[in-house]
Structures are given as C-alpha cells and as structure tokens.
C-alpha cells in the first residue's frame, strides 16, 4: 500500500468496509486490523513465502513487522509454504545472522518485530499451529543461473538496498526491469537470466555505468559490477551486440593492429572531424549515423588539439625534465 | 499430475547435483564449516549496562515497556496494575486474560493472586475449536511467559507447547511478557550457542513446531510512512522481567 495516498485509502475503506471517512492512518490501520483478523480466523489455509529455510532443522522463516506472518503460519488449519530454492541456508545460526543483516540493510531496524521460524505441523496436545504444513519449492530457472555461472546472483536476500542507491534506477524506477521481482541492479542481473531468451532484454546489463555503489551496500557482498560485465560479455558471445558496434570494433581491432596504420587513421579522423558542425564551444552537434543516436540528444565532446599520442611522444622527449613526478 | 511433479524434481535436483562437484568454481568463497567460538555478535549490548537495563532501554526504543521486579511474588501485583491500567473496567468487574497455562509462567501462586484481584486466566487447549476460538479472540490482553529474552535488540523467544499457545502472545491488543532474568541473554547468538553446547537447539524447534522472535508491538509504515501499531499483533507490549534466582 505505499504506493497509495492515504485520501485513496480512506476512499477504498468507505467503499469496501462501510468505514466513515478519516485521513488519520491509525484509525484506517484499526479497520483493517479488524476486517482482517476476521479473515485469519476464518481462512482455512495460509501461505506465505519464504525469507530462509534451514537445512539442518527443516526451519521455514519468515520475516514481518505487521504480524501478518505469524497469523498464517498459526490460525489456519493447514500452512503452505512457497520458497525458491535458493533460500536454503545451512544452520540455523545462519539463518539468525542474515536475518539482522536483511532487516540492517532493507529497512535500518536491527530485527523486524517478527521472525517466525516454523519447523512442521502443531505437535500432539499444543492448544494451537496447523494441522498440516506443506512446503513447495519452486526452481524456475534457479538451478539455470547456477548452471550459467552466475550463482552469485542467488545469495541475494531481497534486501533492496542495492535497488535505493543505485543512481540507474532512482532515475528509471522499478517498471523497467521487467515482469520478474527483481529489479535494480540485481534485476538488471537476474531477469536476462531467469529468460529464456537472455537476449530478449539484453539492454538491463548495459544500463548501468558501474559506478559499483550496489556492491558497497550489498550485505553479502555480492560483486554485481562484475556480474554485469559478465553478463554483457555472455551476450557479445551470443551475438546480441547490434551489427555496426560489432563491424566497429572489428574495424578498430585492424586499426590498432599497428601503431603507424593507427596514427594515420587516428589523424584522417581529426581533420574528417573539422568538417562537421560544431556548437560556439566547439563540441560537435551532428555526427554521421549511426553515431547519431548520440548527437540526438547531445552533444559530442570535441576531439584533442593534439593527440594523445603527439603529447606522449613530446613527454618522452622532454621526459629528462622530470615531468613524471613520482 | 503425481508424475509431473516428480519428474521436474528428478530434473532440478539432477542438475544441481551435476553441478555440486563444481562447487569450489561456483561459490568463489567457500562457506566456512564449523562456528566460531565464543559466537560471533551482530548488534552486541553496551559494556557499560546490565542486561536487564538494556533490555529496558531497547525495549522502551522499540514502543514496547518493561517493569523490573525483585521476586517472583512481586509479578502478580504488576499484572495487576498493568491489566487495570489497560481496562479500566476490572475495578467494578471480573476479567478474564487469555494466557498460558499457570504451570508456564514461572510464578508461585500466581493464579491465585489474579484471582483474588478479579482477573482470570482462559487457558485454551484446542483453538482449532470454534468456540474456544470466539471467546480467545475477543479477549484484550495475553499473558505469556518466554523460552528466553536478548537484551541487545529487547526481543524475546516464544515457543508453543502444550499450555503454551501461539495465540496468547499474538491475538489480543496488548501482550504482557513475563522474563525470568534467568532466561535473559546479552545475544540470539549467546542463547543459540548455549542451546547448541546442550545438545537442546533441533529438540526445542522441532518439539515447538514454531519459534518466534518477537521484538516490540507490531507495526507497520503502509500508509503514508506514518507508523502505525498494532496492525496484526499486539498493539503494546510489556515485559515483567523478575528474579527467580531463590
Ligand atoms: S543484491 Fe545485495 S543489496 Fe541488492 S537486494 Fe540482493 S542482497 Fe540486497
């Protein structure tokens, strides 16, 4: 509901439960404790997902400040638990551990008021907990990401950390990544693997100038800069690049090949570079296509007086001067 | 259908076993085996306080309460105050608190006492039963006693057993906690460690069928970022933590 303004609420709640109209968001969250709780305590099974599952004890976790979870996991008669595989830790000290650092780095609470940790059906004579509990694992491509190389990718615990810092995505917002969960920098990741077709959205890789904020805040550390490049890297390799980038640095590897075919090269460009037209700065405003989808929407910054290479060849001359301070 | 599932649990469980020989390649760190000792602490308490100050402190941060009480005869007379506090109709007439069972809590005699200053436990035994669940659900305070508290974040451990349910700490508006200081730990992992030193931790999860940490009232930002409590749990909670050391 974070996404709704309270006027909106209010509005739902008149309609939906005959509630008198407030803007006061403790009475709105009393209407709907109360229409709910009826709902608990009536529902005949709860599901829930799965923040961690622990191997060693056959532990479902689950995560929640509101209390919803601990409701579904007691009051109805049979729970259902829905996890992907990957949420599977080992111990439940594990388990402990990350569940501070998912809250730590998700909301900047220590722990969530809840962690509900469910480890079967109730036992003979408890007054209360489901009479049966089922826990359906979901793979759906997990086992595939693995198999790619990209395991990394499956220790994320949905913290959204990353997702709040990344410059990409405060600009573009969640739509963009697609219709899996994720998205962000670990979407950007994750969704082209979880396709079928990774190339169907071969753009998420490469919208990102791997500034590599993402990996300072991930809890546990997952080096998504460097998944990215691999990802984009994977792609070339299926041939998802567009064809002229591919003709062009087919085109530069020949160029670069040798120093003088380059420095030839290099100048004719310069000096092709002067017949085009320029803003009063000088930086160039119309570039030949396909270059053009960048002068589209800006400019191009003008080329060097001197080359890099004139300048380096100067320095190595004068080089006894001492113009490298160390 | 029956075959279907199984098949696509050949296959997953088929591919992932072809790929645990890789394991070393696939995880660029191994995961350490065996735990450190003393256990490693996320949010250690202050040196320079006492558990039980601490726990108050954290607890008070949190939007929940606590009362520190010397003996265990002293909890009774602080359910008192708090419950009358919480309903103020209990001076004209006699109450009844959903709880676990007397035998739970810890506390000498403490039926009694309630009961000579009007208050009554409902102790269920089936919530399955619709009955038993109206009149529990209709009921405004819970008392509970806990399988151990943590003074560094002020949360506290619920397991269910026979006399112990879910519901008392989870269905009405206010939860009273009572906290053993016996029971009171400086971490989860200070408690987890001495559970896993007994040879006790897979016994208490698997005889409970749920553990739940329980830290503050229950809350929620949903409406406008405003924080509301009490959204499906309870709306306040307060800890009697007591000394049953004699
Ligand atoms: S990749 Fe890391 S920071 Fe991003 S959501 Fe997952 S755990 Fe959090």
């Known amino acids: 509901m974070v996404h709704k303004r309270a006027e909106d609420i209010s509005e739902l709640f008149q309609r939906e439960l005959g509630m008198p109209p407030t803007d006061d968001p403790e009475e709105m969250c009393a209407a709907a404790r109360k229409q709910l709780r009826g709902e608990f305590l ?7 997902g799965c923040n961690f599952a622990i191997a060693e004890t056959g532990t479902i976790c689950i995560i929640t400040n509101e209390g919803n979870g601990r409701m579904a996991t007691s009051m109805p008669r049979t729970y259902v638990a829905v996890m992907g595989i990957e949420k599977v830790v080992p111990r439940v000290e594990d388990a402990l551990l990350l569940w501070q650092a998912v809250t730590r780095s998700g909301t900047g609470q220590e722990v969530t008021v809840y962690f509900s940790m469910s480890s079967g059906p109730r036992r003979p004579g408890h007054p209360d907990g489901p009479e049966e509990m089922h826990v359906v694992l979901v793979d759906s491509g997990r086992s595939r990401i693995i198999e790619r190389g990209y395991a990394d990718a ?12 990344c410059p990409v995505y405060r600009e573009i917002g969640g739509h963009s990544y697609g219709d899996t969960a994720y998205s962000g920098p670990i979407g950007a990741v994750v969704t082209p693997l979880l396709s079928d077709d990774p190339t169907a959205v071969k753009e998420l890789p490469f919208a990102s100038s791997l500034c590599g904020i993402c990996r300072d805040v991930c809890p546990v550390k997952i080096d998504l800069p460097r998944l990215l490049l691999d990802l984009r890297h ?29 420095t030839r090269i290099a100048k004719l460009v310069n000096w092709l570079s002067r017949l085009l037209p320029r803003s009063a700065e000088g930086d160039l405003t119309r570039l030949p296509p396909p270059l053009n989808a960048w002068t589209k929407a800006r400019v191009f910054p003008r080329p060097a007086s001197r080359s890099f290479r004139t300048l380096w060849n100067t320095t190595a001359r004068d080089g006894s001067k001492g113009s490298h301070d160390g | 259908m029956m075959g279907d599932v199984s098949t696509a649990r050949n296959h997953i469980l088929g591919r992932l076993r072809s790929l ?9 760190q191994q995961a350490t085996t065996g735990l450190p000792d003393p256990p490693m602490t996320v949010f250690p308490p202050p040196d320079d306080k006492s558990l039980v100050e601490s726990f108050a402190i954290k607890l008070a941060e949190l939007a929940g309460s606590c009362d520190v009480v010397r003996a265990g005869e002293d909890v009774a007379e602080r359910i008192v105050k708090h419950v009358g506090k919480l309903l103020p109709e209990l001076e004209s007439e006699p109450t009844e608190i959903l709880s676990w069972a007397a035998d739970e809590l810890h506390v000498p005699r403490l039926e009694q006492t309630l009961a000579e200053a009007n208050i009554s436990l409902f102790v269920p035994d089936n919530l399955h039963d619709q009955n038993t669940r109206s009149r529990a659900s209709v009921l405004d305070v819970g008392l509970t006693a806990v399988e151990a508290a943590f003074a560094n974040t002020g949360s506290i451990a619920l397991t269910t057993g026979v006399g112990r349910s879910r519901a008392a700490g989870l269905l009405p508006l206010n939860h009273l906690a009572l906290v053993p200081l016996s029971r009171l730990y400086p971490t989860f992992e200070a408690w987890l460690w001495t559970l896993r030193q007994d040879g006790r931790l897979e016994a208490l999860l698997h005889d409970s069928g749920q ?21 499906h749990g309870p709306k306040t909670v307060h800890a009697i933590v007591f000394d049953d050391s004699q």
């Open chain 1, 42 to 48: 009536s529902a005949e099974m709860g599901i829930s």
């Open chain 1, 154 to 165: 499956l220790m994320c615990l949905r913290c959204g950390a990353c997702l709040n810092f």
């Open chain 1, 234 to 262: 994977d792609l070339t390799q299926l041939g998802a690049s567009p064809r002229y980038e591919r003709t062009a640095i087919r085109a530069y590897t020949k160029a670069a090949e040798k120093p003088t075919r380059y």
């Open chain 2, 20 to 28: 645990i020989g890789q394991r070393e390649q696939i995880f660029r």
């Open chain 2, 211 to 231: 553990l739940a940490f329980v830290t503050g009232p229950s809350k929620s930002a949903d409406i406008e970022l405003t924080l509301t409590l009490g959204v």
